[in-house]
């Protein structure tokens, strides 16, 4: 049998992918790049834009889709004998693309290159080549450059054994709570996990660390001793603060090293800090014009904080009787008085987002908004219940994407959005490929037979990524390395996706989007008004909350010494600009995935940052709420400017595109009831 890694005729071969595979599909696919990079480096090879592609990039496409469907694998369904396997291969795959980056004849060849034979996209591209040279060391020799290759492999390394620790920890985690401790928690949650508790011979309910799991006990069980022991399994997760059985996932000597490895790199490269290396190909100018930001936003933020935590304290005194509340009753207090403020609640809510019919509401809005259609098709997959499509113009392909949506064991947690093949007029046949993406989160299950409930962050959540999805799946760049989201700058990534979130408070959005799971009534528009009204509830604790990571990352990465506890700095940040003093046990970094094994190191403030953009962006929309002609119009003019345009451009030039001038802050501000 053919070895499914190794057939790129169409999509990626799921259901056949085995980690017997994994192997020898490297094996052969290494040596074919390898051969490619010493054909294009001879001193006879000419120095072409289309000879280097129809050479190289032909061959390490194939390797980057080949390996991308293995971490995917073992990202959405990780076994020991697949994990081995990744594992096995990750220092190999590692070694090639650092040696790749930092390959000085390489560097040279395109250095040679005549630009003037360049077209608008294969300029932005070449000049993103030659960056990302400097940037993997291609400037480097003798033993500065072996220890560069070193550092890469190492990261690499580590940072799938911090990504491994916190899945780990959580996976290990559960608690089979008992008929009184469950008391406020909704019955579909309830359902889930008794059915759970009873798949394994227990009696009670079983509770993890999932977030499907965890948070309606957070936010809805009346037992404060119950939401406490849950608080603390999470915040101390892959920590030294976890029970003992748990210990072999501390996380903690993993950060230290990564923290080290990326500081001798960054001196290695000429740079003091791994702030200064991260935001070179980024909007941002400088580490400090981030920290800047940060903290005027905490600034401005910091008065409506406080006036939620006050809020919070006087309604927990005065209708729950806490005139001392923790940490771990802050989630329910908020709920409560949520539900006093505004007479509804999350669980309410819940009962009219039925998965199926909130995905139908958003594709109809997609169809609308960007000219298109989305229709299900049949692709291998790698679990039964996920799902793919196909997106269309006119009849034309213009994408297709996976849609991964339950939580479950050996899946990592969050909600993310991966390529799995870029957009690209192929220089090997000169054809056109058209992007696939994969999009993925961790719902709650269905239960009784019913359908799915999604909470409203959960559809916000299912937005974001489809964000994402469209940017990728959108584009009209025929150059793979600026099509889609490639080559578009990490503080501007984030733009479309947060954009898309606007919709999930649009009434004529919603209105097309919710069934109750048992009468099948869409949502009362009374209903949609208290939840308007309530769509900044603690706006300033959330935005002070995401500035609390932000701000730890960057200075994590410019000012703090790698041999010192991380903790200290944690709490001098909090100290700065949180509200409500969180436990000295909580140790929230040691599962800082984004940071630490997801390509956000010094770089977390993008989602702050990008807001700025997407709220500005959205105003344009808001302009033409009473006719639907314009809001057409400004979303052809959105498509064009932003999501075809890919990475073919700084981002900046886009975003002028669209709006006419540079982005304001004003926008955000108002959008989240702090102007």
Known sequence: MTNPLLDFSDLPLFDRILPAHVSPALDELLVKADAALELVTAPEFPATWSGIAKVLDVATEQLGRAWGAVSHLNSVADTPELRAAYNAALPRVTEFWTRLGADERLYAKYKAIDTATLNTEQLQAHKNAIRNFVLSGAELSGPAKERFAQIQERQAELSQKFSENALDATDAFAYYASEEEIAGIQQDVLQTAKAQAEAEGKSGYRISLKMPSYLPVMQFAHSSALREKLYKAYTTRASDQAPEEFAKFDNSAVMREILSLRLEESKLLGYQNF??????????????????????????????????????????????????????????????????????????????????????????????????????????????????????????????????????????????????????????????????????????????????????????????????????????????????????????????????????????????????????????????????????????????????????????????????????????????????????????????????????????????????????????????????????????????????????????????AFRGREPSLDALLRHQGMA
């Open 275 to 656: 702030g200064e290396v991260s935001v070179v190909p980024k909007m941002a100018k400088s580490p400090e014009e981030v920290v800047t930001f940060l903290r005027d936003l905490a600034q401005r933020a910091r008065p409506y904080a406080e006036k939620d935590v006050a809020d919070l304290r006087a309604f927990a005194a005065e209708s729950l009787g806490q005139t001392d509340p923790q940490p771990w009753d802050y989630t329910y207090i908020g709920e409560k008085l949520k539900e006093a403020r505004y007479a509804f609640s999350e669980q309410e809510v819940k009962q009219y987002f039925t998965a199926p019919k909130v995905l139908a509401g958003l594709f109809k809005i997609v169809e609308s908004l960007f000219e298109v259609a989305i229709r299900e098709d049949a692709a291998p997959v790698w679990k039964a219940g996920v799902a793919f499509y196909r997106i269309e113009r006119n009849g034309q392909l213009l994408g297709q994407f996976y849609l991964d949506q339950p939580a479950r064991t050996g899946k990592r947690g969050g909600a993310w959005m991966d390529d799995v093949r870029a957009r690209w007029l192929r220089p090997d046949t000169g054809a056109l490929q058209t992007p696939v993406a994969h999009l993925v989160c961790n719902f709650a299950e269905g239960a009784g037979g019913k359908p799915a409930l999604l909470t409203h962050d959960d559809v916000t959540t299912l937005f974001h990524e489809f964000g994402h999805g469209l940017h990728h799946l959108l584009t009209q760049v025929n150059e793979h390395d600026v099509s889609g989201i490639s080559g578009v700058e990490w503080d501007a990534v984030e733009l479309p996706s947060k954009f898309m979130e606007n919709f999930c408070w649009e009434w004529g959005v919603l209105s097309n989007m919710t069934a109750h799971v048992e009468t099948g009534e869409s949502l009362p528009r009374a209903l949609f008004d208290k939840m308007l009204a309530a769509k900044n509830f603690q706006s300033g604790l959330q935005t002070l909350r995401q500035v609390e990571f932000s701000l730890f990352d960057m200075l994590l990465h410019t000012s703090h010494n790698p041999d010192e506890d991380l903790m200290g700095l944690l709490n001098e940040v909090r100290r700065e600009v949180a509200v409500i003093a969180a436990p000295a046990y909580s140790r929230t970094a040691h599962t800082f995935s984004h940071i630490f094994s997801g390509g956000y190191a010094a770089g977390y403030y993008s989602y702050k940052w990008a807001e700025v953009l997407s709220a500005d962006a959205y105003a344009a929309f808001e302009d033409t709420a009473a006719s639907a002609e314009a809001t057409m119009a400004v979303g052809r003019q959105y498509r064009q400017a932003i999501l075809e345009a890919g990475g073919s451009r700084p981002a900046m030039e886009s975003f002028k």
